[in-house]
């Protein structure tokens, strides 16, 4: 398909929501392999791919729905954090606390400017710190600077103050944290 064709599928809604999914997907596809090779173990990597799974479908949901729905992300951290109950009890309070920290780094910008940093991101922060413990750290460093390069090329084209979905970086940034780092349930 040329890139004209693409542009043209892209500018109509529908076309344009199939493409988020197919690229949401084939990323957390390429993360999940990359996850196999790594962690060979089959209940951390379901624990993994679930994880992977849940960060593309909130990411096309928040890039078409501006939201990041409760009845997804609170399940999915309950999980995540039952997960590492079992497979890595070591590890539980390490995760429990990554998982309240990232909360609250997100839970405060979102009570003082909720319409720069919504609740969604911070739950999605909750079940992120609860994944990757304290390797949640490079997670949001890489997550801030992908968040920062699209928020500078969004004020350079003359988009400044347009909604800018928060998910898929703090999903890149989680996927980047799983990968190199490993999380709490592969120490």
Same mark, same amino acid.
């Given at each position: 398909m040329s890139s004209s064709e693409l542009r043209a599928v892209a500018?109509?809604?529908?076309? !344009?929501?199939?493409?988020?999914?197919?690229?949401?997907?084939? !990323?957390?596809t390429l993360a999940a392999g990359i996850v196999a090779v790594r962690y060979p173990?089959?209940?951390?990597?379901?624990?993994?791919?679930?994880?992977?799974?849940? =960060?593309a479908v909130l990411s096309v949901i928040d890039l078409e729905q501006r939201r990041v729905p409760n009845r997804i992300v609170l399940p999915a951290a309950a999980v995540a954090l039952a997960a590492i109950a079992v497979l890595e009890p070591g590890n539980l309070v390490e995760a429990a606390a990554a998982g309240v920290?990232?909360?609250?780094?997100?839970?405060?910008?979102a009570l003082v400017m909720p319409r720069a940093v919504?609740?969604?991101?911070?739950? =999605?922060? =909750?079940?992120?710190?609860?994944?990757?413990?304290?390797?949640?750290?490079? !997670?949001?460093f890489v997550m801030s600077?992908?968040?920062g390069v699209a928020g500078l090329v969004m004020i350079l084209s003359g988009r400044r103050g347009s909604?800018?979905?928060?998910?898929?970086?703090?999903?890149?940034?989680a996927a980047y944290g799983l990968v190199a780092a490993g999380g709490a349930l592969y120490s």
């Open positions: 500018s109509d809604g529908a076309p !344009a929501a199939m493409i988020r999914r197919i690229v949401a997907w084939a !990323a957390a173990g089959i209940p951390e990597l379901l624990v993994a791919v679930a994880f992977l799974a849940v =960060l920290v990232a909360f609250l780094f997100f839970l405060i910008p919504g609740m969604g991101d911070a739950k =999605l922060a =909750l079940l992120i710190g609860f994944v990757l413990g304290w390797d949640i750290l490079p !997670a949001f600077i992908a968040g909604y800018l979905p928060f998910v898929p970086f703090l999903a890149v940034g």
